[in-house]
């Protein structure tokens, strides 16, 4: 009898806590590599800290947020890293859903125009933005090459602040547009052709369909792609880290013009050492994103059929 | 039983794979691995296959990055005390940044280098001193200052091209700025006289007796007046059209090379072995050295130090003190052009006599000694190298067009008091 109470009492206590095994992997890779940086990043923002000097580092509580506050180039950051939230979100999403639609459609070596889309995404960052940069150099760049064929003057990209903006969402929205594009694509298969023979019935052109059918059906994955492509885009740092190299870099172009809050948060790090201060950028920018990807959410999820 | 010897076998693997895997330092056979981490050309590819030679149980292996991207990996990798090479060179614009935490760093002065002190230039054993007397690197090269220019593109402009008549040309900085004008006006479509306000600019600041720290760390740039001249100089030769507007050590600067977007460049030595890597053969024989307007001056120069996070420091200080041997830096004088640290090479007549057959033969021993024997060193402060990326930056938005000089310098020297 006894033995029987244990195996029965085991399966009990299995039933009961074997899920929790079973998840606990996930939890405590995030515990060790995404809860424990955040909430030592915090501690971190907290402190007068320098990068190299841990040993004389001193609790200062809100001081380093003060100053933030304050501080006219972190504004200046935040500012440039809103521009190019929206030069890359709103067009990566339109260009994807173009695209997705395009590829929906029954043509000829339809794979490979759907592997095609990707291959962008799987390429190296630095790769794409060291070709990109050249493709936007000053004397020698394909571009003004190509603008100077119309009769444009030459465009000294990295200089301006729109141009180097414009520049950088390039490289972005020609990175992530495929990836958007092709989770864009899954889910138009997955809507019912009867929605569509229907709507012809009625005599709906293929844009009407397009805006009033499949644009709403998508809404959720809109939504999602939205909130993947805000949290990405509000931290970009290779893109405008490697278009302008060399001993500045980390400044963002010789007036900041270019300069990311990921950017600053790396400048204050790396180059100043300023550890606790670039930990409270650190902290605002991850509050940031928050925001603006709920603001997108609420935007996106008035997608609706009248 | 069987399943419990099993379970002992793995155990005894897993503990093999873990002994191994700690003991990877030393590689098969029992040599000892160091890495060295340099950013540009240091010349030390034969040098180092010549001490793996001679000795048997070292095993070197070396990794380049850029400039800035090296130094930034550093910081990073001792802020972590892991990932740093055995040995890692460390550029004067940044030694003032490190030796201000010298605990990360082997104190070679305990290694024997109070021993071997007398080798190098009084002022380049102290640039790496830290304040409570910790060496924290021994000094490679010392940056020297000279002009390189395009012999063709200065005698198709009707001005003499034989580097003795080109040194008279530009006694002073402003003689250099007039003798430009001159160029530009004959000057090829797309050619311009220097290649960017940031790097005149800091060799005119190199010069001066004060630079951007007075000797107490305290920053003075801004009353600085001899630095707001050379800024107010390299302005109007900006705005009379002089500058390829290319900021050094970029991808588009070496570009300018390889295109010959501009007739001069100021030359530490250094920028020699650039100049032959970017310009490329087929510019052998154009290129051409003479001394700098205004005399002397130093611009750069580099320490190897030794991180303390390293598993073989006594071996890496073994070797960083044979690189940096006078026997070695003559042999990198002649292979890359870096200019020792070492002034008894300076009388030493395989260096005096040395030519370089890229730069037309120039005699690049007797110029570059005599410059460094000239040579009165300026203090650095613990941020130099900050302010010269700043004073780079702001000097750039006059040649981008974004400010006058007058603004420009006005928000520079708040960037840097902040």
Redesign the interface.
């Known amino acids: 009898m006894a033995v029987i109470d244990k195996t029965t009492r085991r399966h009990r206590w299995d039933t009961k806590f074997a899920p929790y095994g079973y998840v606990a992997p996930y939890f405590l890779i995030f515990g060790v590599f995404g809860l424990f940086p955040l909430l030592y990043t915090i501690w971190v923002s907290l402190q007068e800290r ?5 040993a004389a580092a001193k609790l200062v509580w809100f001081d380093n947020y003060a100053k933030l506050m304050a501080d006219p180039y972190f504004w200046n950051a935040m500012g440039n890293t809103l521009s190019l939230w929206l030069l890359t979100t709103v067009p990566q999403i339109l260009f994807a859903l173009f695209i997705a639609q395009l590829l929906n459609r029954k043509v000829r070596t339809r794979t490979l125009f759907r592997m095609g889309v990707i291959l962008p995404n799987i390429t190296s960052v630095a790769a794409v933005t ?1 070709i990109f ?2 493709l936007f ?4 760049g394909l571009i003004n090459w190509v603008l100077g064929l119309f009769g444009a003057g030459q465009i ?1 990209w990295q ?1 301006g602040t729109a141009s180097s903006h414009i520049a950088i969402a390039v490289m972005v929205v020609w990175r992530w547009t495929g990836y958007h594009a092709l989770i864009f694509l899954a889910s138009m298969q997955a809507i019912s052709p009867s929605l569509y023979e229907a709507a012809t019935l009625d005599g709906a052109s293929g844009r009407q369909q397009f805006w009033r059918i499949t644009v709403p059906l998508l809404r959720p994955q809109i939504i999602f792609t939205t909130i993947i492509a805000t949290t990405g885009n509000m931290r970009l740092l290779a893109e405008p880290l490697l278009f ?8 963002g172009g ?2 900041r013009q270019f300069q990311t809050a990921a950017l600053y948060l790396y400048e204050q790090g ?4 300023d ?1 606790g201060y670039s930990s409270s950028i650190a902290v605002v920018l991850a509050v940031a994103t928050v925001i603006v990807a709920g603001i997108g959410y609420l935007v996106t999820k008035r997608i609706r059929t009248e | 039983m069987r399943p419990k010897a099993l379970a002992l076998g793995c155990v005894a693997l897993a503990t093999a794979v873990v002994l191994a895997g700690c003991g990877s330092d030393t590689a098969s056979g029992g040599k000892t691995k160091l890495t060295i981490g340099l950013f540009g050309n240091f010349g030390y590819a034969e040098l180092l296959k010549e001490y793996a030679a001679a000795h048997p149980d070292v095993e070197i292996s070396d990794r380049t990055a850029s400039y800035s991207d090296h130094h930034k990996n550093l910081a990073a990798h001792l802020a972590t005390s892991s990932g740093a090479a055995d040995i890692e060179a460390v550029d004067t614009g940044y030694i003032n940044q490190f030796k201000a935490t010298p605990d990360k760093f082997v104190d070679l002065n305990t290694k024997g280098g109070d021993q071997l002190k007398e080798r190098w230039l009084p002022w380049k054993w102290e640039g790496s001193l830290s304040k409570d007397g910790k060496q924290i690197g021994y000094g490679t090269d010392v940056g020297g200052l000279a002009i390189c220019y395009r012999r063709d593109l200065l005698q198709n402009a009707g001005l003499p091209a034989d580097r003795d008549q080109v040194a008279a040309l530009w006694p002073t900085w402003q003689d250099f700025m007039n003798a430009g004008k001159k160029f530009q006006e004959k000057a090829p479509e797309g050619v311009k006289w220097f290649d960017g306000g940031p790097t005149v600019l800091n060799a005119i600041v190199g010069q001066a007796s004060v630079g951007y720290y007075d000797k107490s760390d305290k920053i003075v740039v801004g009353e600085n007046k001899e630095v707001k001249d050379a800024w107010n100089l390299v302005v109007d030769g900006v705005n009379a059209g002089l500058s390829s507007k290319l900021l050094y050590s970029t991808p588009v600067w070496n570009t300018g090379f390889k295109q010959g977007q501009f007739a001069t460049v100021t030359c530490p030595a250094w920028q020699m072995a650039k100049i032959k890597d970017q310009a490329g053969p087929e510019a052998a024989g154009k290129w051409d050295v003479t001394s700098v307007p205004g005399g002397g001056g130093n611009w750069g120069g580099s320490y190897l130090t030794v991180p303390k996070s390293g598993k073989n420091v006594d071996k890496a200080v073994e070797l960083a003190a044979w690189l940096t041997a006078p026997e070695q830096q003559a042999k990198v004088f002649k292979s890359a052009g870096l200019l020792p640290s070492i002034p008894k090479l300076y009388e030493d007549p395989s260096i005096v006599d040395f030519k370089n057959p890229y730069f037309n033969d120039a005699p690049i021993g007797k110029l570059f000694t005599d410059a460094a024997k000239k040579l009165n060193p300026q203090y650095q402060g613990p941020k130099a190298g900050d302010i010269q990326t700043a004073i780079g930056n702001a000097m750039q938005r006059v040649e981008q067009g974004k400010q006058n000089g007058e603004d420009s310098w006005r928000q520079f020297v708040g960037d840097v008091q902040k």
Request: proline share 3%; hydrophobic share 40%.
């Open positions: 320098n990068l190299l000097d841990e060291i940069a050249q150099g000053r004397d020698f000294d200089a302008n190299p060399g001993a500045a870099a980390a400044t010789s007036d790396f180059t100043k050492y550890f």
